[in-house]
């Protein structure tokens, strides 16, 4: 049959979608229609290009991550979660990762008032949750994808990104995924490596509160998030700290100054999930249209 493998994905991708909602909606969270253009958006430091769009006599930039609306929505409802569209215009040669699209979605999500350690465990019944949902309920499209997926157990192993440079150096990520039996947690980015909104620890300075989780196989990494910088002196020392421009970020500065409550979070690429659960070489598969850095697209 023609597109078998084409709607095999489609299944596997709408079983996701449903299960993760289903898992978020049970845990008391509550769904945020997703915001596409903002006046202020993730800064991403590495070497995303600018989206911007003009109208109104104001620039709307199209939104990279929605961090800074979920630290302002957790001042409404505890938890809550979007489906995520961003547009993150990377270099072309990106195109041949397997593992960047330059619009994608991610399930983005918040709590408030909550520690990185229940945000990991969260995550973990989450992942294992959506993988349990696809194995009993994509058989057919597995088996025609030659997918067999492996059985895990929360918690999930955690290096810190000291340890993770140690053994595998600088560019960590793909040999620890392609080494990783697990997935696998890495914690305790540097300072120096990560955004301004995740929070630096306390009680050591320069190490933030953050974690990346990498998938096994090679299939890279996951998901991003930690705890947040919500206090206003905070917020501006970090912006600062680095480089960037505090006018550029006013719109944050004021709700902090109003009041942000602490809390954490994270966001789970959705093409990458089902890659990985599908096992494809290339993320582009996942989209019927999919917007790969580089490449042109007929519809
Ligand atoms: N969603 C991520 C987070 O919650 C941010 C990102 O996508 N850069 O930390």
Redesign the pocket.
Known sequence: MAYEREAAILEVTSVVLGAARDFLCREGFVELLPVMLAPVT?P?RHTTDRAILEAYGTSWHLT????FH?QAAVRVCRRIFSF?P?VRLEPAEWGKTGRHLFEFV?L???LRDATRQEVMALGERLFLYVMEAVRARCKGELELLGRRLPSFQAPFPKVTYQQAKERYGEDFEQKLSQEAEAPVWVVDFPIEVR?F??REDPTRPGILL?MDLVYPEGYGEA????E?EHEPGRILARIERQGLDPKAYRPLLSLAEEGLPPSA???IGIERWVRYLCGLAHVREVRLFPRVPGEPSLL
Not at 64 to 67: C, L, N, Q, T
Not at 223 to 226: E, R, T
């Open positions: 993730d991403l990279r991550s929605m961090i979920k995520s961003n991610q983005d999500l918040e955004e909104y995740d953050d998901l991003s998030g930690g947040r979070g994270f966001g």
